[in-house]
């Protein structure tokens, strides 16, 4: 007589069920977000160095310097101008005059973090900045000291540590103010130097890789697979998410665009050299803190930041601002980061992967406090 099977109970079977949806799911992440993927395609050549061919000149002292910065923050000259810049300026060239002790070097990281990375910035939406938020951090007392400086006969880096009270609390940042004179200084490298998604590296590793004097990291466009990315005159990708892109032209001008401003043809017949696809973009027209950020509700919070900005062809500004630390800098909202790059005198800036990514090295070393000591990231931005 053949016994009849005696059948599993209901809760088993959903337990089992349950059990098998959480390791199909877990495989799904582990290969979409861990697994290192290098693509096919390896890129298009759009633009050479060579065809770069607009130069500038660098200031010749620190009083030149600081005649450039008060002009091009003149209200005369600039809608996109603000007092404290000027007045920042100022502190900063009694700051080297007085001979500021140097920041002393902080420790290195015992390890990146290898997580999945940043939150994307692709499910955006459009959020009304903050006001009292960008007044109150415009109105904020500033300090700035000068922590390092470089010179060749193709860049000018002066790299600056200011501190601020923010509407939640006290905040560190770190200003490179940067002449070169070529766009074709302003590079970008990407991680083992190979396109693709999840392929990561620690931006000390990068740094010896290029050699670089400055370094900050990029747009993390390794943690998806959409997006703008023009690297160093080769486009590789151009499917534009709803994210805001910046890019960096070979007459040195910068410019940021809407997703549906964006035209990929339209900006490679025009010279792109370098094109970031995170944002959201952080000044308006004029050079003023926006009304309202394509983004998403969590890179719209209090955290650490990297923003690069643009005051002239041949002059930009790399900022990262320490966060998530209440003992040392709590970070910024985008309204208060847009109102940091109004007062460093920028007339386009843009926000580029923030959280645990913001770093600034300096000659292989960290200029920063990164949180959780930083992680590894698919691309760095860097002056050689």
Known sequence: ???SRKKLPVYVIILIDAGLIALFFGLFITFEYFIPKVSSDQGSVVLSSDDIDTTFKLPADSSEKEKAAA???DPDESQSSDNNSSNDTSKQS??????SNSKSSKKSRSGASTGSGSRSNENTEILKSNTDQARSTENSN???KEIKSYKSDNAQITVYEKTLTASSGNVVYYVADCYVTSAAEIKTYLAENTYGTNIK?????MDKATGSVLSINGDFYGNSESGVVIRNGKEYRSNNTNADICVLFKDGSMKTYSPSQYNAQEVIKQGAWQAWCFGPSL??????VPESYNTTSFINKTNPRTAIGYIEP????FVVVDGRDADHSVGVTLSELSSIMKYEGCKTAYNLDGGNSSVMTFKGELVNQPSKDGRDISDIVYIA
Do not use: R, V
């Open 1 to 3: 007589m053949i016994k």
């Open 71 to 73: 002009k091009q923050t």
């Open 142 to 144: 500033i300090t700035s």
């Open 283 to 288: 000044l308006d027209a004029n050079g003023n």
């Open 201 to 205: 590296d620690s931006i000390e590793n």
């Open 94 to 99: 009694k700051a080297a005059a007085s001979g």
């Open 314 to 317: 041949g002059h930009y500004i």
